[in-house]
């Protein structure tokens, strides 16, 4: 009855009155007003308070400003002197509907976080479900996958219950050889059809674990991983699938080019934490491929892993979903992994995402079939039509040289009006976005990811969505360094060529406006598109910082760890001494101060190092440390055998505390966009910042 | 007093290194230490710094009271030498011990009286008079072995009671101490975790085969004062400590020494 209630509320009372207040027309004065007035009073609130009801109230108003705005663009602007304006006038309200959609959705997705938290297993392991860990490889090297292998072997759980498997679609013999010697299984198979997903699905075959845990080769598990997942499989009998953040330890190409070392929120933190947060929160959490676990039955139930598109892990969630499953996301960063490398990389792997999803939204649309709710619908919109970006995009970059360069007017009416209605959309959304998520991703570093991708995605977007069964799985290469710094112009070609076009016609619109005897430009709108060419021009520059490619020399984590060693020389004298730091290639251990040890004439040959699971001896080649007033020596591991490089990865790796979140200052949009100026100066200047870019875990004593 | 005695089935396996360094371990500690040498190969006092002619030993007064003999090495550091010997005199020390079941009170009396000495004895391997009758006085038993498959067998002999019966069982028991163990060697990892993992609680320690020990020994000093972060050195203080504590004797806190890793340089 009280439902009944609300509804009749809404439809007579609510929905008439936003009706009015999105449609009535007001002139510009009143507007302006209006627009800062609303900005007023959320900018009040949201240094009033921070609860949660006060962001959905600024997400409310936000939602007004933009619907008026476009409410405003469709019914007022669209009267166009020539079929050319019209042409494009219609092309960039196209653009601006998209975004429109996309910023509902998100604020939809967005504006309910789950805080899920871990299912303890019960006491009796016999009540643990059997688990088959599989690590699939195609073309890593074995260094890569090596580690992986054995952090999973470091997994806390029954052994009986646990089986882990390499599966190899590379064919390779040092591959099988290792995963005899490390005591694993090995699955390889003939013909490589459906690449990751047809590899996982041939090892579904072979073996028969209740549940099954997959890492991508370079995704390192702590030890309590299935300890934390395994529980909801138990409690919620319906599920199907529970993900954990994929965290990278190693500087994405962004990160590493145009950060360099400023704490800036990692372009994937925002999809990891409040995008799958509020995914959940709808049932609607989709698989990313690694890092997670999934129920055989239901898996069973769907005939395997999807095969369909190149995004097999999104598309498998979402047929999951329509047969009833439920999924999940665990917010806590339970495996590390290698970011991709380079700047080339990044766009192969994202190039791979567009089309899957694309794909998925041609073949499986999730606003048509059967079995999701409204809310698992609007989800799965929203992650496909999100990949569409590249097209608004660009359509954005382009737009404000129409007026300056060819005098095409593409927006009709009063400049005014368009102000008074454009500028309160722009500030609201951003300023909501900020509100819910600032932490996560700075203000217009979107901008930026979206733009070092565009020219990149245009064309296998437009080719996918005609055409989505064109087209095959590419991996992402992991794991090589970038050796030394060079500009990788080739992926920013497209850039450069539009910077110049940005700046050409910024200046011949300025060139208009001097000689008014021979052009016919009008001051507000020429000065309008410059504007915002300038404000293209900056997030286009930083886009391109990020084709400079720094040196990166160091992909390894380095552990800071307390524990006493020792070390034998090669006469046999066996010395005590503190061990400072250790990483998977070498050690730093405290100098002999007393002066009987000459570690010159009788070099240093083994360290022993005692773990609480076992003590082992390692050959090692001493590379600094020789004079007595050196305070440390550094030693290099030579030939580790598999047993000791099990060790190394429990204790570098595999620790329950190795990977914290990092936590980031709260965005503010103008300091986010002065951060954005900084980091272009530094990277023109070669302004490295002291504090080295690789990751380091800090400071664990045992 | 209490006294320790380090024996063991088989020879070679590092008895006397283990008792000079226990000695000075305990010395360094502060603690008053006699170490009494009832091997006649007389060789513990070449640990100690004694010159290879000094032929001094309480052998030569078997009945009387041995305090003469005893020779002070260091600060807290006393030693009793077996001293050179014939077989007539080994014979009569035998039957004289044989005979009379309190011959250790009567002989170290002014030792045994005094309650914070400390007496660390060592043995020839494998049975011997002197081990049979210091049973009667001693509080434990130190029983080194090497980290090798025949001690595998030896350790199950010994604790099934067989093999050196009425040899050690005086006061709280013996323990084994694995010497020269060396985490390079598969078989010797291979034995040091069976016996972690089957003879928990009869096991004292474990002392790293460390080339330290031997130069030490040729140069006559400990091994702390050869090799100051000498892992073997460091081992068998960590057995002194556990041996402290299971006497319930006190080491003043700090003065033991457990292997400074470094001196702070500032």
Redo the contacts between chains.
């Keep these: 009855m009280r439902h009944f209630f609300s509804y009749l509320f809404f439809i007579f009372i609510a929905l008439p009155i936003l009706v009015l207040v999105v449609t009535a027309p007001m002139s510009s004065h009143n507007q302006f007003i209006f627009g800062l007035t609303t900005i007023g009073i959320c900018l009040f609130a949201h240094f009033f308070s921070k609860k949660h009801f006060v962001s959905l109230a600024i997400l409310f108003v936000a939602v007004i400003s933009s619907t008026r705005y476009i409410y405003f663009r469709i019914t007022q602007t669209l009267i166009f002197p020539s079929w050319i304006d019209m042409f494009f006038g219609y092309i960039l309200l196209a653009a601006e509907v998209y975004f429109y959609f996309i910023l509902i959705l998100s604020f939809f997705q967005l504006s309910w976080s789950l805080k899920r938290k871990i299912v303890p297993l019960p006491k009796d392991t016999s009540l643990w479900p059997t688990v088959d860990v599989y690590i699939p490889s195609y073309n890593e090297s074995l260094e890569v996958v090596r580690d992986t292998v054995l952090a999973a072997q470091c997994l806390e759980y029954p052994k009986d219950k646990l089986k882990i498997y390499l599966l190899d679609d590379g064919k390779r013999k040092e591959f099988a050889t290792f995963a005899t010697e490390a005591n694993v299984g090995y699955i390889t198979r003939e013909k490589n059809e459906f690449a990751k997903a047809g590899n996982l699905n041939n090892a579904m075959k072979l073996t028969n674990g209740e549940l099954i845990a997959i890492f991508d080769c370079d995704h390192i598990t702590t030890k309590i991983f299935l300890q934390a997942t395994v529980g909801a499989f138990l409690k919620d009998k319906n599920l199907a699938l529970i993900q954990t953040p994929h965290h990278f330890y190693s500087p994405d190409p962004i990160q590493r080019n145009l950060y360099l070392g400023r704490d800036i929120p990692a372009e994937n933190e925002l999809f990891y934490g409040p995008i799958q947060r509020g995914n959940d929160n709808w049932n609607a959490a989709f698989f990313c491929g690694s890092c997670a676990v999934i129920r055989r039955s239901a898996l069973d139930e769907i005939g395997g892993f999807a095969v369909e598109t190149v995004t097999e892990d999104s598309h498998t969630a979402l047929r999951l979903q329509r047969k009833g499953w439920n999924t999940a996301f665990l917010d806590h960063i339970l495996s590390g992994g290698l970011a991709t490398e380079r700047l080339v990389l990044h766009l192969q792997q994202r190039n791979r995402w567009a089309r899957g999803m694309i794909q998925i939204f041609r073949l499986d649309n999730p606003l048509l079939g059967r079995g999701l709710n409204f809310a698992q619908r609007l989800c799965y919109l929203s992650a496909t039509l999100y990949f569409f970006f590249s097209i608004p995009v660009t359509i954005f970059l382009f737009t404000p040289i129409l007026y300056p360069l060819f005098g095409i007017s593409i927006v009709h009416g009063s400049f005014e009006l368009l102000l008074a209605y454009a500028i309160p959309h722009l500030i609201m959304s951003i300023f909501a976005n900020s509100r819910l998520y600032g932490s996560s991703r700075y203000s217009f570093f979107g901008q930026i990811y979206d733009y070092i991708l565009s020219f990149h995605l245009i064309i296998p977007t437009i080719v996918t969505l005609f055409s989505p069964h064109h087209g095959a799985f590419n991996v992402t290469d992991k794991g090589d360094t970038v050796d030394k710094s060079y500009f990788d112009a080739t992926s920013v070609r497209p850039h450069l060529v539009t910077i110049a076009l940005l700046i050409f016609s910024g200046i011949f619109g300025l060139v208009k406006l001097q000689f008014p005897e021979f052009f016919d430009a009008r001051l507000d709108a020429t000065l309008l598109n410059i504007f915002w060419i300038c404000f293209n021009l900056i997030l286009l520059i930083a886009a391109v910082c990020v084709g400079r490619e720094t040196a990166n020399k160091r992909k390894m984590v380095r552990l800071y760890l307390e524990t006493?060693i020792?070390v034998?020389?090669e006469?046999?004298?066996?010395?005590?001494?503190?061990m400072r730091d250790l990483s998977m290639s070498g050690c730093r251990f405290?100098n002999?101060?007393?002066g009987?040890?000459d570690i010159v004439k009788d070099p240093i040959k083994?360290i022993?190092i005692s773990t609480d699971y076992k003590?082992?001896?390692v050959p090692v080649e001493r590379i600094t440390g020789k004079n007595e007033n050196e305070s440390y020596i550094r030693t290099m591991f030579k030939d580790l055998d598999l047993d000791s490089r099990r060790e190394f990865v429990r204790l570098l790796f595999s620790r329950a505390d190795t990977w914290v979140r990092p936590e980031y200052k709260p965005d503010n949009p103008f300091r986010s966009f002065f951060i954005i100026l900084l980091c272009i100066k530094d990277s023109f200047f070669k302004n490295r910042r002291k504090d080295d870019i690789h990751v380091q875990v800090v400071g664990h004593n045992e | 007093m209490p006294v320790i005695s380090v024996c063991s089935p088989k020879g070679g396996v590092g008895k006397t290194t283990i008792v000079a360094n226990l000695a000075y371990s305990f010395a360094r500690s502060g603690t008053k230490v006699v170490v009494v040498d009832f091997d006649p190969q007389n060789a513990l006092r070449l640990y100690f710094g004694m010159p290879l002619n000094d032929e001094r030993g309480f052998i030569n007064s078997p009945n009387s009271d041995w305090t003469p003999s005893c020779i002070n090495i260091d600060k807290n550091l006393f030693m009793l030498p077996f001293g050179k010997s014939d077989k007539e005199q080994r014979t009569a020390l035998d039957l004289a011990m044989q005979s009379n079941p309190d011959y250790f009170k009567d002989v170290q009396k002014s030792i045994f009286e005094d309650q914070n000495v400390l007496v660390i004895a060592d043995f020839a391997p494998g049975y011997s008079q002197a081990l049979e009758s210091i049973t009667a006085v001693s509080n434990l038993q130190v029983v080194p072995l090497l980290a090798d498959a025949a001690s595998v067998s030896l350790f199950s002999q010994l604790l099934s009671g067989g093999l050196m019966e009425g040899l050690v069982g005086g006061g709280l028991g013996f323990y084994i101490v694995l010497n020269q163990i060396d985490?390079?060697v598969r078989l010797n990892?291979e034995v040091?975790n069976f016996c972690q993992q089957n003879f928990a609680d009869n096991l004292l320690g474990m002392v790293?085969?460390?080339?330290?020990v031997v130069?030490a020994a040729g140069q006559q000093i400990s091994v702390y004062d050869?090799?100051?972060?000498?892992?073997?050195s460091?081992d068998i203080e960590e057995i002194a400590r556990k041996i402290a504590i299971k006497l319930g004797f006190d080491v003043k806190k700090g003065t033991m020494i457990i292997?400074p890793?470094?001196?702070q340089?500032t």
């Design positions: 006493p020792n034998y020389q006469s046999g004298i066996c010395s005590r001494t503190m405290d002999f101060v007393n009987e040890i083994y022993e003590t082992f001896c | 985490n390079r990892r040091q790293h085969k460390d080339t330290s130069e050869y090799n100051k972060n000498s892992v073997a460091y292997n890793l470094r001196k340089n």
